[in-house]
């Protein structure tokens, strides 16, 4: 393990050898973890897609946001992944690359969620004058 020019892991750190075995940390690491997460995404999208057409109605209003909410994701989700694993790769603590970086995913997650079920449910398709802020609002969430 060469970090900080010897090979000695950082002070303080967890990581006691630079060799990672299959169990735990392979298991949980690349099949646990991502089974998880792949799960939780998948669920939430599909209750966030019927909350959206049943209880919100932007079938009837925005038809094409349904449409085009997902291509535009995956570019934003693609320069969220470069800037992330760039900010990784420069940012060495104590806590590792990863943990400062998802620590701070915790807040901007809850607001999230926040915009996506507490402030859409307000408008709908009788509130023109409010449907593009609401569009914009569900797309940052």
Request: glycine share 8%.
């Amino acid at each position: 393990m060469k970090e900080n020019g010897n090979s000695l892991p950082l002070p303080g750190s967890l990581i006691k050898s630079d060799k990672v075995t299959l169990f735990p940390e392979g298991a949980l690491g690349y099949l646990v973890g991502p089974t998880l997460a792949a799960t939780a995404n998948a669920v939430l999208a599909n209750y966030f897609n019927a909350y959206m057409s049943n209880v919100l109605n932007i079938n009837k209003w925005a038809g094409w946001f349904f449409a085009w909410i997902p291509v535009i994701s995956v570019v934003f989700v693609i320069l969220g992944n470069i800037l992330v694993g760039r900010l990784m790769d420069k940012n060495v603590t104590r806590a590792g690359k990863a943990r400062p970086l998802i620590l701070l995913s915790i807040p901007l997650s809850i607001l999230g969620l926040l915009i996506l079920f507490v402030l859409s449910p307000y408008v709908n398709e009788t509130m023109p004058e409010k449907q593009t802020a609401a569009l914009i609002l569900l797309a940052v969430g």
